[in-house]
Each structure stands twice: as structure tokens, then as C-alpha cells.
């Protein structure tokens, strides 16, 4: 019986589930470049690049281990811009019995590989992707029917179940999260190490000048290239943070500093989501960099709870909420999204630093997405939709199911609480804590209006004032809204009007 085993950019695991019971003498490999995908967003060119060379070596590292792989580069001749017609090709060319899949990472792709079996007389196996610690239906059975989902009680539930910093049934330490110990500003004095970053070899500058061609005009640098295209390399990237960097990540994962978007980060959210690197490897050698003294309990915790906690919480979110999930809009926001999210061209120096990381990198930590990028979205009323395609395009580790449940509950919250307790909004103040940015800006973050006054502190106000209905009972927002009460309405008019002024004078064309 023969089989084709169709593998996606996002799956490069040698222990996917798609390829499990692979015959070498019969089975077929295919993996293809297609149009649809590299085109549905305007990726930055730093991410296409990144896909299409990792896609490009791991079919190298089949084939060298004796598989059958057929490749179907974006340049090719009769390349049919999709998955679907890559497949239609390939059932054209073999005498194929089954198709085997592992279910991709966004609900759209799901719904078109649901079709192929009818499409095409075939039977199309999707299989599970059970390279995540937590299954979809063991998700949805932890969720019942709660009203909300907080990820901090879903994380404890992995924590007990994987056995990660765990003594028995208690947490390592005697407590389940050190958040708290994690927001430390970062001394000037302080210098993160010299990141590793990885000369292009022969299949990435073919790649590089394949993206330079055909997306020159997209968002983003592509020069200097540095991330890593195999499993090996993506290894020793994460090596070098567990020596060099993990032992100050806990303290400083909060902080922000001027053209240093890494910091002291682990870089490993592109490895992770493609398939190079998986969540239970990289936790593990977390812990035994914490039982063999490398790095502090608060890195190590808060390391662990990003991968066991967020990025299985999120994709749990995502995969029992949609399709519908994308759809709401609980603070009604429908702003257009300003081009200064493109062009980084603005007066305010936290921005204009997020998004020259982000352009630079295609990378931004996530205070910068949540606090930065995010926050000013949220107070700025920018239509949900328009947020999630720009966080989807820009970033090298950006896939829907992590991207969309971040941006619209967490960053948004656009579900209406179902991810967060409160929205997380914030005013100049903040910023100017956990940042050098505020030092070099023509705004002062402690003036809450008038011509030198921080657009963050403005439209904080602002907007916590014109979603007063929505949530002025939320008891985490009791003291922002008693001072609110002291104001006097037309204090808070002016506020609100002068908040419009701004966000209606931002250019919105690109």
C-alpha cells in the first residue's frame, strides 16, 4: 500500500505524527512552497525566508535518510500556488492509496484538507499533532463549561501532569509562579551577551535571493539573516540561551532597552512553531539548568510557564473557540490600523523602537507585542481584524492558532475576558519604568495632557472613560476608576476629546 505523506512549513519534526510507519520503498514525501500561503499576509521577508530555507533542509534530511521526497520550490514550473493543487499534482503523477497528514495549525488549512477526501476519491488521513503536551480533547474537558479561562490554573494542571519543577504534588520552591520576581527594570550597567546568529549557507542565500525577488517590496529587512534553517543550529541557538542568557532572564523578561530587541530571550518561538525544536526538550533542559545551578528558580519558572503554560494555552484556546472566536469584538473597537505600525515613522520613541526591532528582526518580545505595540492598539481602538493580520505578517514565529488567541484576548481583549481578567492597558508611566525609550521622546509619560503630554497616558485615560459602561465594574480596575470619578466631567470630556485629536491625525495609508 502506498502512501503520500504531505508535510507543512510548521511541521519540520522528525517525530511527526504524518510520518510515523513511513515505507521507504513505497511511501512519498511531498513538500511544497506554494503561493497562497507565502502570500496571504504580507509576511515579512526575514519569515519567508526563514520557512522556505528550514522547509528546504529538512527535505534535505529526509532524502539523506533514504525518503522518498518530492519538493516543489515557489519558482517552479507548473507550481500550483496552493496545497490543494500540490496535491492534485502529486496524486496525478503517483498511484497514491492514502494520503497521510498531520492537522495543520490554522482552521483554515484544516477546513480545505477536510475537502480532499471528496475532492479527490481518496482516503485522506489526518492525523493528530501530538507534538504539544496538551491533546485538544483534554483541553476542552479542562475547560467545561467555565466562563472564563484563566491560564494560570491550566498551567498548574500541566505542571502536575508533566511532573516539571515539580517535588511530588507540590510546585519546586513552594510556589507555582514568580512572576513577580520577573519585572525588573534593566540597569544601564547591564549588557545581554552577543547573540549566535547563523551565516546563510548555500540553501538559504538561493532562498534569500528567491524572497529578495519576489518580496523585496514586503515589510521588513532581510539582510542581516541569522536564524537558524536546521535542527542543529536551532540547538545550539538554544544552548547558547540556556548558558548565556537564562540565568538573567528572569529577572529582566519585562524589560525594554533601546535597539535591543533580544535582550536576554530565548529566540526559540520560530524553532519551536516550525518543528525544529520541540516544548518537552526545550522545558526539560530548562529544569536541568536549574538542578544543575546554571540558572535561578524565577528564570527557569518563567521560561517553563511561556512554553507549558501560554503556548499550550493558547492553542487550546484557539482550537476550541473557532471559527466564531475571530469574529468578536467586545469593546467595539473599528479603527483603522496607522501606518506607523509599518513605517515605524512617529514621535513616539517606544513604538518607533518596537517596530524598528520588529522590522529589523522580524522578532519583538512579548512585552513589546503586549505593552508596546499591543497596548497602543488596545487604547487606540484599532479594529481587532487589522491588529491580527499586521501581528500575523511581521513576526518569524507568528502562526494563527498562537498569533490570533495573544492578540484578540490577551493584547485586545476582544473576547470579552474569556482569556484575561481585565484588559491589559497601561499609560506612559509604565513604559517610562520598564524602558530607556521614554529619556529620548519628545512626550513626557507624567503629563497626562496638553502639547507635550504622552499619547499613552492620554489615551489611557481616554479610553478606560469611553468603555466606562463596558468596564468600570471590574474589580482589578477599582482604582483607576476612582480616580476617574475625581476628575469632573468636563476634565474628562477634554481628555476624551483631545485622545480623538490625536488618533483622528494619524495617517492610516500605507
Given at each position: 500500500?502506498?502512501?503520500?505523506?504531505?508535510?507543512?512549513?510548521?511541521?519540520?519534526?522528525?517525530?511527526?505524527?504524518?510520518?510515523?510507519?513511513?515505507?521507504?520503498?513505497?511511501?512519498?514525501?511531498?513538500?511544497a512552497?506554494?503561493?497562497?500561503?507565502?502570500?496571504?499576509?504580507?509576511?515579512?521577508?526575514q519569515?519567508?525566508?526563514?520557512?522556505?530555507?528550514?522547509?528546504?533542509?529538512?527535505?534535505?534530511?529526509?532524502?539523506?535518510?533514504?525518503?522518498?521526497?518530492?519538493?516543489?520550490?515557489?519558482?517552479?514550473?507548473?507550481?500550483?500556488?496552493?496545497?490543494?493543487?500540490?496535491?492534485?499534482?502529486?496524486l496525478?503523477?503517483?498511484?497514491?492509496?492514502?494520503?497521510?497528514?498531520?492537522?495543520?495549525?490554522?482552521?483554515?488549512?484544516?477546513?480545505?484538507?477536510?475537502?480532499?477526501?471528496?475532492?479527490?476519491?481518496?482516503?485522506?488521513h489526518?492525523?493528530?499533532?501530538?507534538?504539544?503536551?496538551?491533546?485538544h480533547?483534554?483541553?476542552?474537558?479542562?475547560?467545561?463549561?467555565?466562563?472564563?479561562?484563566?491560564?494560570?490554573?491550566?498551567?498548574?494542571?500541566?505542571?502536575?501532569?508533566?511532573?516539571?519543577?515539580?517535588?511530588?504534588?507540590?510546585?519546586?520552591?513552594?510556589?507555582?509562579?514568580?512572576?513577580?520576581?520577573?519585572?525588573?527594570?534593566?540597569?544601564?550597567?547591564?549588557?545581554?551577551?552577543?547573540?549566535?546568529?547563523?551565516?546563510?549557507?548555500?540553501?538559504?542565500?538561493?532562498?534569500?535571493?528567491?524572497?529578495r525577488h519576489?518580496?523585496?517590496?514586503?515589510?521588513?529587512?532581510?539582510?542581516?539573516?541569522g536564524?537558524?534553517?536546521t535542527?542543529?543550529?536551532?540547538?545550539?541557538?538554544?544552548?547558547?540561551?540556556?548558558?548565556?542568557c537564562?540565568?538573567?532572564?528572569?529577572d529582566?523578561?519585562?524589560?525594554?532597552?533601546?535597539?535591543?530587541?533580544?535582550?536576554?530571550?530565548?529566540?526559540?518561538?520560530?524553532?519551536l512553531?516550525?518543528?525544529?525544536?520541540?516544548?518537552?526538550?526545550?522545558?526539560?533542559?530548562?529544569?536541568?539548568?536549574?538542578?544543575?545551578?546554571?540558572?535561578?528558580?524565577?528564570a527557569?519558572?518563567?521560561?517553563?510557564?511561556?512554553?507549558l503554560?501560554?503556548?499550550?494555552?493558547?492553542?487550546?484556546?484557539?482550537w476550541?473557540?473557532?471559527?466564531?472566536?475571530?469574529?468578536?469584538?467586545?469593546?467595539?473597537?473599528?479603527?483603522?490600523?496607522?501606518?506607523?505600525?509599518?513605517?515605524?515613522?512617529?514621535?513616539?520613541?517606544?513604538?518607533?523602537?518596537?517596530?524598528?526591532d520588529?522590522?529589523?528582526?522580524?522578532?519583538?518580545?512579548?512585552i513589546?507585542?503586549?505593552?508596546?505595540?499591543?497596548?497602543?492598539?488596545?487604547?487606540?481602538?484599532?479594529?481587532?481584524?487589522?491588529?491580527?493580520?499586521?501581528?500575523?505578517?511581521?513576526?518569524?514565529?507568528?502562526?494563527?492558532?498562537?498569533?490570533?488567541?495573544?492578540?484578540?484576548?490577551?493584547?485586545?481583549?476582544a473576547?470579552?475576558?474569556?482569556?484575561?481578567?481585565?484588559?491589559?492597558?497601561?499609560?506612559?508611566?509604565?513604559?517610562?519604568?520598564?524602558t530607556?525609550?521614554?529619556?529620548?521622546?519628545?512626550?513626557?509619560?507624567?503629563?497626562?495632557?496638553?502639547?507635550?503630554?504622552?499619547?499613552?497616558?492620554?489615551?489611557?485615560?481616554?479610553?478606560?472613560?469611553?468603555?466606562?459602561?463596558?468596564?468600570?465594574?471590574?474589580?482589578?480596575?477599582?482604582?483607576?476608576?476612582?480616580?476617574?470619578?475625581?476628575?469632573?466631567?468636563?476634565?474628562?470630556?477634554?481628555?476624551q476629546?483631545?485622545?480623538?485629536?490625536?488618533?483622528?491625525?494619524?495617517p492610516?495609508?500605507?
Amino acid at each position: 500500500m502506498r502512501h503520500l505523506r504531505y508535510i507543512l512549513g510548521d511541521q519540520l519534526s522528525r517525530d511527526i505524527s504524518s510520518l510515523r510507519g513511513l515505507d521507504p520503498d513505497t511511501d512519498v514525501v511531498l513538500m511544497a512552497e506554494v503561493a497562497e500561503e507565502a502570500g496571504y499576509v504580507r509576511h515579512h521577508q526575514q519569515k519567508i525566508a526563514f520557512l522556505f530555507s528550514a522547509m528546504r533542509h529538512f527535505a534535505e534530511d529526509l532524502a539523506r535518510r533514504g525518503v522518498r521526497v518530492e519538493y516543489t520550490k515557489l519558482d517552479d514550473p507548473g507550481n500550483a500556488g496552493s496545497f490543494t493543487g500540490e496535491l492534485e499534482r502529486a496524486l496525478r503523477r503517483h498511484a497514491i492509496d492514502h494520503v497521510v497528514v498531520t492537522e495543520p495549525g490554522e482552521w483554515r488549512v484544516l477546513e480545505a484538507m477536510r475537502g480532499w477526501q471528496e475532492r479527490f476519491d481518496i482516503p485522506v488521513h489526518i492525523r493528530s499533532d501530538d507534538r504539544f503536551f496538551c491533546s485538544h480533547d483534554e483541553f476542552r474537558a479542562w475547560a467545561g463549561d467555565k466562563r472564563g479561562f484563566r491560564m494560570e490554573f491550566f498551567y498548574r494542571a500541566m505542571r502536575r501532569k508533566t511532573g516539571l519543577l515539580m517535588e511530588g504534588g507540590d510546585p519546586v520552591g513552594g510556589q507555582w509562579n514568580f512572576d513577580k520576581d520577573n519585572r525588573k527594570s534593566l540597569p544601564a550597567t547591564l549588557a545581554p551577551p552577543p547573540r549566535l546568529r547563523f551565516e546563510p549557507d548555500a540553501v538559504t542565500a538561493e532562498v534569500l535571493d528567491l524572497v529578495r525577488h519576489r518580496f523585496g517590496t514586503n515589510f521588513g529587512d532581510l539582510a542581516p539573516f541569522g536564524w537558524a534553517t536546521t535542527r542543529p543550529e536551532a540547538l545550539l541557538a538554544f544552548d547558547h540561551f540556556i548558558l548565556d542568557c537564562l540565568p538573567h532572564f528572569g529577572d529582566y523578561q519585562d524589560a525594554m532597552r533601546t535597539d535591543d530587541g533580544f535582550l536576554f530571550h530565548s529566540l526559540v518561538s520560530p524553532y519551536l512553531n516550525a518543528g525544529l525544536l520541540g516544548p518537552n526538550e526545550v522545558c526539560q533542559r530548562a529544569q536541568d539548568a536549574y538542578e544543575a545551578g546554571i540558572a535561578p528558580l524565577n528564570a527557569v519558572e518563567g521560561f517553563i510557564r511561556q512554553i507549558l503554560g501560554w503556548r499550550e494555552y493558547v492553542r487550546g484556546v484557539y482550537w476550541l473557540k473557532m471559527p466564531d472566536y475571530a469574529a468578536t469584538n467586545a469593546l467595539n473597537a473599528h479603527r483603522k490600523l496607522p501606518a506607523l505600525y509599518w513605517t515605524g515613522e512617529t514621535d513616539m520613541n517606544c513604538l518607533r523602537q518596537a517596530v524598528g526591532d520588529t522590522r529589523r528582526q522580524a522578532y519583538a518580545h512579548h512585552i513589546q507585542r503586549l505593552m508596546i505595540t499591543g497596548n497602543f492598539a488596545l487604547l487606540a481602538g484599532i479594529e481587532p481584524a487589522e491588529v491580527e493580520e499586521w501581528y500575523l505578517a511581521v513576526y518569524a514565529d507568528a502562526y494563527e492558532w498562537v498569533e490570533l488567541p495573544n492578540v484578540h484576548g490577551m493584547v485586545l481583549f476582544a473576547d470579552g475576558g474569556l482569556m484575561g481578567s481585565k484588559p491589559y492597558a497601561a499609560g506612559g508611566a509604565y513604559i517610562n519604568r520598564m524602558t530607556d525609550y521614554c529619556g529620548a521622546c519628545t512626550y513626557d509619560p507624567a503629563v497626562r495632557s496638553g502639547p507635550t503630554a504622552c499619547p499613552f497616558t492620554t489615551l489611557y485615560w481616554a479610553f478606560l472613560i469611553d468603555n466606562a459602561d463596558k468596564l468600570s465594574g471590574n474589580r482589578r480596575l477599582a482604582m483607576p476608576y476612582r480616580a476617574i470619578e475625581k476628575l469632573g466631567p468636563e476634565h474628562r470630556a477634554a481628555l476624551q476629546a483631545e485622545a480623538r485629536r490625536f488618533l483622528d491625525a494619524l495617517p492610516t495609508d500605507y
